[in-house]
């Protein structure tokens, strides 16, 4: 998929744990592994904000566009 989830970036430069973002979202560790892995379907709005304000970061922190080979 050429979108590329980074999640796991932002909570390394927020030195935080996954367990401690899914709290303070009120999401399971589950649907947050889901959203990490770009396993996702998609993600709503309002999670994005509440990521983005959790982590003090911008929806372009969180997701990259990268050109798949063919």
Do not use: F, H, Y
């Given at each position: 998929?050429?979108?590329i ?7 390394a ?22 959203l990490?892995?770009?396993?996702a379907?998609?993600?709503?709005f309002?999670t994005?904000?509440?990521?983005c ?12 566009y ?5």
């Open positions: 998929m050429p979108i989830v980074n999640i796991d970036v932002m909570l430069r927020r030195k935080m744990q996954s367990k401690e973002l899914a709290e303070e979202l009120g999401i399971t560790p589950a649907n947050l592994s889901i990490k892995t770009g396993k379907k998609g993600v709503r309002d994005l904000e509440a990521i304000r959790v982590l003090d970061c911008q929806p372009g922190d969180l997701l990259e990268r050109e798949q080979d063919n």
